[in-house]
């Protein structure tokens, strides 16, 4: 393929193809292991990001009244964690003069997402309250439809469909035949009553039966829903003399969890020496609990962060309300950083606004308030650029820092939660170290997950046929049975 189209390709793709065996992998799995089809798929799929120039797409490139259209972005989660891809298809009208256009504002977000999350997959909301015939577009939704089944390989969940008006019944008959038969199984079609079997409400708008405020505007480019600006979330330690009434007795419990006689003396901790203490003693704690569970670090150019990917809370059960991230600046110059989430209201983090000296390493405590539980939903952004050493790292440096630093040199980087049920993971991990076998990570078992349920969905299909055949066979000879009686009467 390389030797024969090469001229057809983007070298970017076929270098990144070389080197990533996860894209390589995902491939594989979205065409069942079947090397030959997995190899038309991505002559198929490169041949598509060479002619759409997908590797250069950016706000720059298209034209801005596509963005402020609304008709597609991506915005909050579904019930299993995924992002969501939103089609507001009221806001489309087919246009043959447009239509190229459009079809490069689907690769730009797809694309956009699948650098930064680095190919975790989507779902698909098409959102069809209030639209009409002026509004249905096959050659549209079949592009976006086949940007998943044929060019991003492995990153469709499902597509929910919101209210499909009866008259496009027949349409989307054409569409099933798009999807094919293992892909037919994502759709769902859903209304007021039942979407929020998918999505909670927290992320269905009101006309949806939600309680979402999210309003979409451009510019600025939506921003993966992180919440700015985002203080401590609660009293602010370092920022109050004093911390309040409700924080005291909170931080008063913690502290008597790990000391209960010394604590009984004790009515309230009011000095910033004795927190400090006390946040020191929490650090310790969770450094414990998460060396099991970091194993490993992103390494970004301006600083490497701990653990890479994924932050470990406890359920209600398990009762885990802290993490640690580690921070270490691996830079000569001061560096500044801020800590965004998507769910400001249920977690403070400390410090959330502040800057890591060259070569040294910074601790972040994420908690949960008191009757909160984290959710697979919820994501953090780190956000992290170099300061001069001239300039000082106070809080009003820092925030005039922030206004003027371009964002093309700010680097990003995402954490998502995972809640852990019972402590059976954490020991698996202890086992798998102890043998000096790497630990899996989440992508890799989603990988052998995502695999194991295809075989599964063989076998039952498999097994589905055999009992038709047995049912069939059983029907035939009960007919044979009653022919031969009916026969032996009449004689």
Same mark, same amino acid.
């Given at each position: 393929y390389?030797l024969?189209?090469?001229?057809?390709y983007d070298p970017?793709d076929?270098?990144r193809?070389?080197?990533?065996?996860?894209?390589?992998d995902?491939?594989? $799995?979205?065409r069942?292991?079947?090397?030959d089809?997995?190899?038309?798929?991505?002559?198929?799929s490169?041949q598509w990001?060479?002619e759409?120039?997908? =590797?250069?797409?950016?706000?720059s490139v298209?034209p801005?009244?596509l963005?402020e259209?609304g008709?597609l972005?991506? /915005?909050?989660?579904d019930?299993?964690?995924?992002k969501?891809?939103w %089609?507001?298809?009221k /806001?489309?009208?087919k246009?043959s003069?447009q239509q190229?256009?459009k079809?490069k504002?689907?690769a %730009?977000?797809l694309? &956009?997402?699948a650098?930064?999350?680095h190919?975790?997959p989507?779902t698909v909301?098409?959102?069809m309250?209030?639209t009409?015939i002026?509004?249905i577009?096959l050659?549209f939704?079949r592009?976006i439809?086949?940007c %998943?089944?044929d060019y991003?390989?492995?990153?469709?969940? +499902?597509i929910?469909i919101?209210?499909?008006?009866? $008259?496009?019944n027949?349409a989307?008959k054409i569409?099933?035949g798009?999807?094919?038969?293992?892909?037919?199984?994502l759709?769902?079609?859903?209304?007021k009553n039942d979407v929020?079997e998918?999505i909670s409400?927290?992320?269905?708008?009101?006309?949806m039966?939600g309680?979402?405020?999210?309003?979409?505007?451009?510019?600025?480019?939506?921003d993966?829903?992180?919440?700015?600006?985002?203080?401590e979330n609660?009293? $602010?330690?370092?920022e109050d003399e &004093?911390?309040?009434?409700?924080? $005291?007795d909170?931080?008063?419990?913690?502290?008597g969890?790990?000391?209960?006689?010394?604590n009984?003396?004790?009515?309230?901790? =009011?000095s910033?020496?004795?927190?400090s203490?006390?946040?020191?003693t929490d650090?310790?704690e969770?450094k414990?609990?998460?060396?099991?569970?970091?194993?490993t670090?992103f390494?970004?150019?301006?600083?490497?962060?701990s653990p890479?990917?994924?932050?470990?809370f406890g359920?209600?059960?398990?009762?885990?309300?802290?993490? !640690?991230i580690?921070?270490?600046?691996?830079?000569?110059?001061?560096?500044a %950083?801020k800590v965004?989430t998507?769910?400001p209201e249920?977690y403070?983090v400390?410090p959330?606004n502040s800057s890591?000296?060259p070569?040294?390493?910074?601790?972040?405590?994420?908690?949960?308030h008191?009757g909160f539980?984290a959710?697979?939903?919820?994501?953090f952004?780190?956000m992290?650029a170099?300061m001069?050493?001239s300039?000082?790292?106070?809080?009003p440096?820092?925030?005039q820092?922030?206004?003027?630093?371009?964002?093309?040199?700010?680097m990003? /980087?995402r954490?998502?939660?995972?809640?852990?049920?019972?402590s059976?993971p954490?020991?698996l991990t202890? +086992?798998?170290?102890t043998l000096?076998?790497p630990?899996?990570?989440?992508?890799?078992?989603h990988?052998?997950l995502? /695999? !194991?349920l295809?075989i599964n969905?063989?076998l039952?299909?498999q097994?589905?046929?055999?009992l038709?055949?047995?049912?069939?066979?059983?029907?035939?000879? !009960?007919l044979?049975?009653?022919?031969?009686?009916?026969?032996?009467?009449?004689a």
């Amino acid at each position: 393929y390389l030797l024969d189209k090469s001229e057809k390709y983007d070298p970017r793709d076929v270098e990144r193809l070389q080197q990533d065996d996860k894209w390589v992998d995902s491939f594989l $799995i979205w065409r069942h292991d079947v090397v030959d089809d997995t190899l038309k798929m991505i002559d198929e799929s490169f041949q598509w990001r060479k002619e759409y120039t997908v =590797n250069d797409l950016s706000e720059s490139v298209l034209p801005k009244w596509l963005f402020e259209s609304g008709v597609l972005f991506l /915005h909050g989660y579904d019930k299993e964690g995924y992002k969501l891809f939103w %089609f507001r298809v009221k /806001h489309h009208t087919k246009d043959s003069k447009q239509q190229l256009e459009k079809k490069k504002l689907v690769a %730009f977000w797809l694309e &956009h997402y699948a650098k930064r999350d680095h190919g975790k997959p989507l779902t698909v909301v098409f959102d069809m309250a209030e639209t009409g015939i002026s509004h249905i577009d096959l050659d549209f939704v079949r592009f976006i439809v086949s940007c %998943f089944t044929d060019y991003y390989p492995n990153f469709l969940t +499902k597509i929910v469909i919101f209210e499909m008006p009866w $008259i496009m019944n027949a349409a989307f008959k054409i569409v099933k035949g798009w999807l094919g038969p293992e892909a037919i199984s994502l759709l769902k079609f859903t209304n007021k009553n039942d979407v929020q079997e998918y999505i909670s409400g927290e992320y269905l708008p009101p006309h949806m039966g939600g309680t979402d405020s999210f309003k979409y505007s451009y510019p600025p480019l939506v921003d993966d829903d992180f919440q700015t600006p985002l203080c401590e979330n609660g009293p $602010i330690t370092s920022e109050d003399e &004093h911390e309040s009434k409700e924080e $005291i007795d909170v931080d008063t419990k913690e502290a008597g969890e790990l000391n209960e006689e010394q604590n009984l003396n004790q009515k309230k901790v =009011n000095s910033i020496e004795q927190t400090s203490k006390s946040e020191e003693t929490d650090k310790t704690e969770i450094k414990t609990k998460n060396a099991k569970k970091a194993l490993t670090t992103f390494k970004g150019p301006l600083l490497h962060i701990s653990p890479a990917e994924e932050l470990y809370f406890g359920s209600k059960e398990t009762g885990e309300k802290k993490c !640690l991230i580690v921070l270490t600046n691996v830079t000569k110059n001061i560096v500044a %950083f801020k800590v965004r989430t998507t769910a400001p209201e249920k977690y403070r983090v400390k410090p959330s606004n502040s800057s890591c000296e060259p070569g040294t390493s910074l601790d972040i405590i994420v908690s949960l308030h008191g009757g909160f539980a984290a959710s697979l939903q919820d994501r953090f952004l780190i956000m992290a650029a170099e300061m001069e050493q001239s300039s000082g790292a106070g809080v009003p440096e820092l925030t005039q820092f922030w206004k003027e630093v371009p964002r093309t040199k700010v680097m990003e /980087h995402r954490l998502r939660c995972h809640v852990v049920e019972s402590s059976k993971p954490s020991s698996l991990t202890l +086992k798998e170290n102890t043998l000096n076998i790497p630990a899996k990570t989440n992508e890799d078992l989603h990988i052998q997950l995502t /695999h !194991l349920l295809q075989i599964n969905k063989r076998l039952q299909e498999q097994i589905d046929r055999c009992l038709w055949f047995q049912q069939l066979s059983v029907g035939v000879l !009960l007919l044979s049975v009653t022919v031969v009686a009916f026969c032996f009467y009449l004689a």
